[in-house]
């Protein structure tokens, strides 16, 4: 059974910094490229972040870029979302997903992710 666990959410000032990291079971993580998903209150779903299975290859929107990075230790089946420079808007709940797809590919879309984890909260205050 594949499970994705996310953790390391919690409540920030603006500016302030927040690592998430998420543990991938049941599968071998080096299979499947990873991403970071958020979704804020009465706001869609939105892609903060995907790694390829390898790790070679990344991409960020750009409501993120230069703040985040997304990385993976695929010996450990983990997946990091390392956040700078919080914002207020960054306030979501932060979701880990995992896509099988080819090596190089980074995966945006999140209807092309094949599992997902239960999310954890992150709230950044003013």
């Known amino acids: 059974q594949v499970q994705l666990v996310e953790f390391g959410g919690g409540k920030v000032q603006a500016g302030d910094s927040l690592r998430l990291s998420c543990a991938a079971s049941g599968l071998t993580s080096s299979s499947y490229a990873m991403g970071w998903f958020r979704q804020a209150p009465g706001k869609e779903r939105e892609f903060a972040a995907g790694?390829?299975?390898?790790?070679?290859?990344?991409l960020y929107p750009d409501s993120v870029k230069e703040r985040f990075t997304i990385s993976r230790d695929n010996t450990k089946n983990m997946v990091y979302l390392q956040m700078n420079s919080l914002k207020a808007e960054d306030t979501a709940v932060y979701y880990c997903?995992?896509?099988?797809?080819?090596?190089?590919?980074?995966?945006?879309?999140?209807?092309?992710?094949?599992?997902w984890g239960q999310g954890t909260q992150v709230t950044v205050s003013s």
């Open positions: 997903a995992a896509a099988r797809v080819s090596a190089l590919v980074v995966v945006t879309t999140s209807s092309a992710y094949n599992y």
């Open positions: 790694i390829s299975r390898g790790g070679g290859r990344t």
